[in-house]
């Protein structure tokens, strides 16, 4: 037995031990299964295996500590107030802050970070990784590393447009819905739901191929297709608000309906509508990219994630991850906005601790 | 505590109960509890050292304001504290288990089996997707103690026991199809589901009618009885827990003022504190003369009728309301008192009648008044939670009718709205800056008065302005709206189902029922029988400090013959 196999069991079983004599019972299960499992992995797979968990494990911890220190960071950082709400963040929920941070500098700063531009051919084919190009060249023999960032830039930026116009209209709409009722309520609550009774990827090829594929006409189309979600919620949730005291008072008062809706009832509805952004927003993100990926979506020779995975998703049957690089890179924003997006809706849902 | 008082206690009870030597057991014994709950970051003292002693078959009032940590206490007896707070010192012993240092699986063993409890709002308690007898038989399944089929027979038995109608068919419907009285019942019997040896009541009956109230009331002390379990009864009502109680023990801010048995307790409070909570119910002022005939009134309501969809809720409605006085319209939920204030504010249009202003017709719809009409009308409501946007700051909330109506900006609108937070006595420059959810809810309220005020009405609508208030909080309302009356001279109509406050504030009564106008008439004559059938039975429904009282009322009246039941004999 190697000195590897010996400090990793060493040091699982050290941890279960520890972690079982300061009662702290979920970690001592999660560490001990863990053990028990990788006692497992070892019969059969032998070292390389236990090396690849050892790996797993590390890159596990990396981000935890990433996420504490971030957590730390930001608190001592911040003014009184926000420093306080970082504080009893959870640590996914800082894990996400900060992953999103560096998707937000590399989408800022991308001219400057990439070493290439990101239409520029410099080497052949899919060139393996080399010191000049760190992930190696896609299909045309461009830097994929220089894409990835330029990508940030213009998958999340287009993204984050949409998001925006669809909240605008979704959840204006919505909030005068439910505090006019009536007719106007019929009409854009009878609107919606025919713009959502038909499935959304097939009705945003539908469009775009009549309207033609440019940039615009893609975040127009994807913000009408999902600015009926953002318009139920906004009624589902101002429909609640509606219907309290300060509301009758403010009717009673004699206020127009511009004021209820803007000072009244918006200050109410904030927080589920930040939430609902957060989710939205990987949504749509998701959607350009499998527009990308199906040729619609954002044209070459513009860097996109989605257009990037079908480019080079050849190599997948020469079992290259080149591919499935892009593919991360979605996943992490994925995840990451999702972690802040649950810290979120913990907040705004009024529970504490 | 004192010393020789305890011991005699103790001997008396041991001897009352002697027959069971069991019985004579400390059922309960909390020694120097103390609670924190988290402020912020750091950990506040909520109850400070508390003792308490409860033995086998006797049921113990706590008492208190709002704050005063019954409810805190209350639950620690289950060995449970809410979210973001925790038990600090003190020990806890139920029948000899230290529940303080108990895991949390040996603790839920004990909830539900052999402790219960009992919320203030059964309608929230409930979950509304299971029909009453599935959630009765959830707890003694769960334990174990009996099979569901057993449970079930069980259930319809305590029904009985506890009087609801059709015993055996009310356990399949779901909560929403029974009335709030009932539903309170079906959750004492809840509690019994499992034979507990002690039921904690937390404020059971605080939402209810009087006269809901009253059977309810009965029902929990004869179920105790039967039984011989032990209770703990939090309320801040006095008049109920001199019926319930054997001892009484009043606490503020987290301490203990005192304790005794309810007699000498009620005849004979040591301490200034339970004096002046005695004192409570004392506030009245006297009736205002009745107006001439020929004056005009503010507001006078004129053979209104209105209804939601099909059902008519208010039928042929007529009263008046004069300058300077009040106007309290009496009734129980449902019987059209709020639609009444619906109809003069315009939220509901009526479908026939009028409601004039000075003389003049008001608009049916509020969309189609002016908006000095819309001024002159103005609300206090019930739930001050409600009642005030949660994310505004009080100077907004009090400055928007004052710039809204007088068209004030800036420094003028500053000192307008801090010359009305002086009007209700709360100082500007502490509270100018603060959202309601830092308020309490006397506080809250006293912003709502003063949101009424800000936009300088002739009349105010109060709907149960103090019926979600504890006594002390409530008397304090009631004293500074008299107070505005007087300088202002306004009118007020004053909706409430609480005999007590009419007592205290009204010039002129209206009793309502079921839309109709039952019986009128100034306050004097009203509280002097002979009375209509329907307020005879809401003023002897309302509980009095006597601890003999509701004995005497049962004895006089007959179980059968109060709260629903009564009710549905007098409309025949």
Redesign the interface.
């Known amino acids: 037995m190697s000195l590897f196999v010996i400090v990793f069991y060493g040091l699982l079983i050290a941890v279960s031990c520890l972690t079982a004599s300061y009662r702290r019972h979920d970690v001592f299960m999660a560490t001990f299964s863990l053990t028990l499992i990788c006692f497992l992995i070892g019969l059969i797979g032998g070292e390389p295996w236990l090396k690849r968990i050892a790996i797993g494990i590390g890159i596990f911890l990396a981000a935890g500590g990433i996420a504490y220190s971030f957590r730390k960071f930001l608190s001592l950082l911040l003014p009184r107030d926000a420093a306080r709400l970082i504080r009893t963040a959870p640590l996914t929920a800082s894990f996400g802050l900060f992953v999103i941070l560096v998707y937000l500098v590399a989408a800022i700063f991308a001219p400057i970070i990439a070493p290439y531009g990101e239409a520029d051919v410099i080497a052949g084919a899919y060139a393996p990784a080399d010191e000049k190009m760190l992930l190696g060249g896609d299909q045309l023999g461009r830097d994929l590393f220089s894409r990835i960032i330029y990508g940030a830039r213009n998958t999340v930026g287009i993204a984050l447009l949409t998001t925006g116009i669809a909240f605008f209209v979704g959840s204006l709409l919505g909030l005068m819905a439910a505090t006019l009722g009536g007719w106007v309520d019929q009409i854009c609550g009878r609107i919606a739901d025919t713009l959502m009774a038909i499935p959304q990827l097939i009705f945003a090829l539908l469009l775009l191929s009549i309207l033609g594929t440019n940039v615009v006409n893609l975040i127009l189309v994807i913000a009408l297709l999902y600015s009926p979600l953002v318009f139920r919620l906004a009624r589902a949730v101002a429909g609640n608000i509606v219907v309290m005291d300060y509301i009758e008072a403010a009717k009673l008062r004699g206020e127009k309906t511009w004021y209820l809706i803007v000072r009244e009832i918006l200050p109410n509805a904030t927080a589920p509508l930040v939430a609902e952004f957060g989710l939205r927003f990987c949504f749509v993100f998701l959607a350009i990219s499998a527009l990308s990926f199906l040729g619609l979506g954002i044209q070459p020779p513009t860097a996109d994630w989605g257009s990037m995975v079908r480019d080079n998703s050849t190599l997948i049957s020469f079992s290259q991850g080149t591919p499935l690089i892009p593919a991360a890179a979605i996943a992490l924003l994925t995840v990451a906005v999702n972690f802040v997006v649950d810290w979120l809706l913990h907040i705004s849902s009024g529970l504490k601790e | 505590m004192n010393e020789t008082v305890m011991n005699e206690k103790k001997a008396v009870s041991e001897k009352a109960i002697s027959a069971e030597e069991k019985s004579a057991r400390l059922l309960l014994k909390i020694r120097g509890l103390r609670i924190e709950g988290?402020v912020?970051?750091s950990w506040l003292e909520i109850v400070h050292g508390v003792d308490l002693d409860l033995r086998r078959g006797e049921v113990l009032g706590l008492i208190g304001e709002s704050g005063a940590g019954k409810s805190t206490i209350g639950l620690a007896a289950m060995g449970f504290t809410r979210?973001?707070c925790r038990i600090s010192g003190g020990t806890i012993e139920f029948d000899g288990m230290e529940l303080t240092s108990s895991p949390e699986e040996d603790l839920r063993m004990l909830r539900g089996a052999r402790i219960a409890y009992v919320a203030q709002s059964a309608a929230a308690s409930f979950n509304p997707a299971h029909r009453l007898i599935d959630q009765h038989t959830a707890a003694p399944v769960q334990h174990k103690i009996k099979t569901r089929r057993e449970s079930e027979e069980d259930a319809m038995e305590l029904y009985r026991r506890l009087r609801l109608p059709n015993p055996g068919e009310i356990g399949f419907r779901y909560p929403h199809q029974v009335s709030g009285g009932q539903l309170q019942r079906a959750m004492t019997a809840m509690a019994m589901s499992c034979r507990p040896d002690l039921i904690i009541f937390d404020e059971p009956t605080t939402a209810l009618d009087v006269t809901t109230q009253i059977e309810v009331l009965a029902a929990i002390r004869d179920i105790v009885d039967q039984f011989d379990t032990a209770a703990l009864y939090i309320t801040h009502d006095l008049a109920v827990v001199a019926q319930m109680a054997d001892r009484i023990k009043v606490l503020l801010k987290g301490d203990e003022v005192e304790e005794a048995d309810t007699r000498s307790m009620l005849e004979a409070p040591r301490e200034e504190y339970t004096r002046s909570l005695w004192a409570v119910r004392s506030f009245q002022r006297h009736q205002k003369p009745v107006p001439p005939a020929d004056e005009t009134p503010v507001i006078e309501v004129r053979n209104v009728s209105a209804a939601y969809g099909p059902v008519l809720v208010l039928d042929d409605v007529s009263f008046s309301i004069h300058r300077g006085r009040t106007v309290a319209v009496v009734g129980e939920s449902g019987s059209g008192k709020s639609t009444a204030a619906r109809c003069i504010?315009?939220?509901l249009p009526p479908l026939s009648g009028e409601v004039l202003y000075n003389g003049t017709p008001l608009a049916r719809h509020?969309r189609d008044?002016s908006?000095d009409q819309?001024r002159q009308a103005q609300?206090i409501?019930q739930?001050a939670d409600?009642?005030?946007?949660?994310?505004?700051r009080i100077g907004e909330i009090i400055g928007?009718?004052v710039s809204?109506?007088g068209g004030l900006r800036g420094a003028e609108l500053k000192k307008r709205v801090d010359e009305l937070l002086d009007q209700i006595e709360l100082e500007p420059s502490q509270y100018y800056h603060r959202y309601p959810s830092e308020l309490s809810g006397g506080q809250k309220q006293r912003v709502g008065i003063a949101?009424a005020l800000a936009?300088e009405p002739e009349f105010i609508i109060c709907d149960e302005v103090t019926s979600a208030l504890d006594q002390i909080v409530a008397e304090g309302i009631l004293k500074l709206l008299d107070r505005l009356q007087n300088d202002l001279d306004l009118a007020y109509m004053f909706i409430t189902h609480d005999l007590a406050t009419v007592r205290a504030i009204a010039d002129h009564v209206v009793v309502m029922k079921e839309g109709k106008v039952v019986e009128a008439g100034p306050k004097e004559d009203m509280f002097r029988p002979p009375h209509h059938a329907y307020t005879d039975l809401l003023l002897s429904s309302v509980p009095e400090m006597d601890p003999d009282w509701l004995d005497d009322l049962l004895a006089k009246r007959g179980v059968d013959n109060i709260g629903e039941a009564a009710q549905q004999k007098s409309a025949l």
Request: net charge positive; glycine share 8%; hydrophobic share 30%.
């Open positions: 988290r912020d970051d979210d973001g504010t315009g939220l509020f008044r908006k819309l609300m409501y739930m409600t009642a005030l946007n949660p994310k505004k928007r009718p809204f109506y949101r936009a």
